[in-house]
């Protein structure tokens, strides 16, 4: 494994904007109930205000290895970066009105250490059996037999698809962008 969880390598493929996500801004979700951390079921079609759900592929864990050649695929490095970036911008974003969640292909079980790992406020979901990333058609890609999420980071307003980021990178950051987007400033970030 190169780098800890916690970094970013040098050197890895920069994610492009393939148009994978093009269809989704103004697309109303469907009412698929995702299982969370929190053991409840949640249906984000039906939540009211402001959400923000940042799909990310998969999570790692401190040991395990991460899959062969994970380092190589544009966009797959940085789970926990940016689920620690959400972590550290957690009570901004409360304060501009949103809820956050995370979502992964996962099991809940392992979500589920992450979350006490990583000391997240906030829950993850599981879209284990895709059928969110389905309905939604939103951009993945296989590894060792896994159909991972691209990573990208909705912001639903009401059971509408009112701003996507993809792709997403550096993934640490994505956070910030957000809470600028969602408060009207200017992101000026490594990426703008």
Excluded at 135 to 162: N, Q, S, Y
């Amino acid at each position: 494994m190169t780098g800890g969880l916690h970094e970013m390598p040098e050197g890895i493929p920069t994610p492009v904007d393939d148009g994978a996500c093009d269809h989704l801004p103004g697309k109303q979700l469907p009412p698929v109930a995702l299982r969370s951390t929190s053991g409840e079921s949640v249906e984000l079609s039906s939540l009211p205000g402001k959400t923000v759900v940042y799909c990310y592929p998969r999570t790692g864990r401190p040991d395990e290895n991460l899959p062969r050649g994970w380092d190589e695929i544009p966009g797959a490095r940085g789970c926990t970066p940016q689920s620690c970036a959400f972590r550290d911008h957690h009570a901004e974003l409360q304060t501009l009105g949103a809820r956050v969640f995370g979502l992964s292909t996962q099991d809940t079980g392992y979500q589920g250490e992450a979350v006490e790992r990583l000391h997240l406020p906030f829950e993850l979901l599981s879209d284990e059996g895709l059928a969110f990333a389905r309905a939604l058609d939103l951009p993945t890609f296989e590894v060792e037999g896994m159909t991972l999420i691209k990573r990208l980071t909705l912001v639903i307003h009401e059971g509408w698809i009112e701003k996507v980021f993809y792709p997403v990178f550096p993934p640490g950051e994505n956070a910030e962008e957000v809470v600028a987007w969602l408060s009207g400033t200017t992101y000026e970030g490594a990426r703008r």
